[in-house]
T-cell receptor
Framework: QQQVKQSPQSLIVQKGGISIINCAYENTAFDYFPWYQQFPGKGPALLIAIRPDVSEKKEGRFTISFNKSAKQFSLHIMDSQPGDSATYFCAASPNSGYSTLTFGKGTMLLVSP | DADVTQTPRNRITKTGKRIMLECSQTKGHDRMYWYRQDPGLGLRLIYYSFDVKDINKGEISDGYSVSRQAQAKFSLSLESAIPNQTALYFC?????????????????FGPGTRLTVL
């Protein structure tokens, strides 16, 4: 069973702080690593994604760090805001036309005012 | 979310009843997926379809069946609902492409159906 292990399960961060969520994978065929954000009552939506040819990708306050040798990747949310409070899922898939996403179990982030 | 719609949004049913959840999309995507979400277990894939004539089992297909009626419609059925099928169900679509040797397969999720089986 292909797995993506995500931690922590929940996280409380003060406004302005840095939120860090970690994921680890086993399948070396994985080469696409997206993060999805889900607000209460909504479906998940793609937030940011990375491929293993780079070690870091930044979009605004959101950064993915990728360590291919350790088979780990993480999401960093800089200057966390209450509006960032949501559930975050990491995922992975191979570079194949017939692949599906394997999701982590999710992290509930609460940013306190 | 408006491009992927799910009906009903909420449903309460009894053990043993047959129930169908429906998904429609206006994105023109070939690929559609059904997931269930449970607290602490994340998103688990139930079934997926890469085109109208293609149906594949996912991680947790037991107790479920699907029908791909058209490119835009993908329904999930519980033939005989049981309480441990109480969950939040999501439909998703994606439009797969290969560009310069790299695959692109962003998934777009519907708003979800909250199903309670008593």
């Amino acid at each position: 069973q292909q797995q993506v292990k995500q931690s922590p399960q929940s996280l409380i961060v003060q406004k302005g702080g840095i939120s860090i969520i970690n994921c680890a994978y086993e399948n070396t065929a994985f080469d696409y690593f997206p993060w999805y954000q889900q607000f209460p009552g909504k479906g998940p939506a793609l937030l940011i994604a990375i491929r293993p040819d780079v070690s870091e990708k930044k979009e605004g306050r959101f950064t993915i760090s990728f360590n291919k040798s350790a088979k780990q990747f993480s999401l960093h949310i800089m200057d966390s805001q209450p509006g960032d409070s949501a559930t975050y899922f990491c995922a992975a898939s191979p570079n194949s036309g017939y692949s599906t996403l394997t999701f982590g179990k999710g992290t509930m982030l609460l940013v306190s005012p | 979310d408006a491009d992927v719609t799910q009906t009903p949004r909420n449903r309460i049913t009894k053990t043993g009843k047959r129930i169908m959840l429906e998904c429609s999309q206006t994105k023109g995507h070939d690929r559609m997926y059904w997931y269930r979400q449970d607290p602490g277990l994340g998103l688990r894939l139930i079934y997926y379809s890469f085109d109208v004539k293609d149906i594949n089992k996912g991680e947790i297909s037991d107790g479920y069946s699907v029908s791909r009626q058209a490119q835009a419609k993908f329904s999930l059925s519980l033939e005989s609902a049981i309480p441990n099928q109480t969950a939040l169900y999501f439909c998703a679509t994606s439009d797969f492409s290969f560009r310069a040797g790299v695959s692109y397969n962003e998934q777009f999720f519907g708003p979800g159906t909250r199903l309670t089986v008593l």
